[in-house]
């Protein structure tokens, strides 16, 4: 593999490289939240919707797909008021 496949940016948000993801690899990672944790990889803006397939393929590569965890994967959080779930309305 030459330089410049290394230097592919795999986690546009966090700016994380191919090389990066290896090495976390390397280091023991076996699931996404094991790259996750030691690179950032996933941590962006994007919560990984970019980059955990791509991440995922990097970790399945020669190994049995039944190895590789799915990430578990949460949407985003925003308060609410409950009056936007009821029908009735704030009287305040």
Excluded: F, H, W
């Excluded at 280091?27 to 994007?46: F, H, N, P």
């Excluded at 590789?68 to 936007?84: D, H, L, N, Q």
């Amino acid at each position: 593999m030459d330089g410049a496949e290394e230097d592919i940016v795999i986690c546009r948000c966090e700016e994380v490289t191919r090389e990066e993801i290896l090495a976390a690899i390397a280091d023991g990672a076996t699931t996404v939240k094991g790259v996750k944790i030691r690179t950032e990889a996933g941590m962006g803006l994007c919560q990984g919707r970019t980059c955990r397939r791509l991440i995922s393929q990097l970790l399945a590569q020669g190994r049995p797909p039944s190895d590789i965890y799915p990430p578990a994967v949460r949407p985003p959080v925003r308060t609410a008021k409950i009056s936007e779930y009821t029908n009735t309305e704030d009287d305040s």
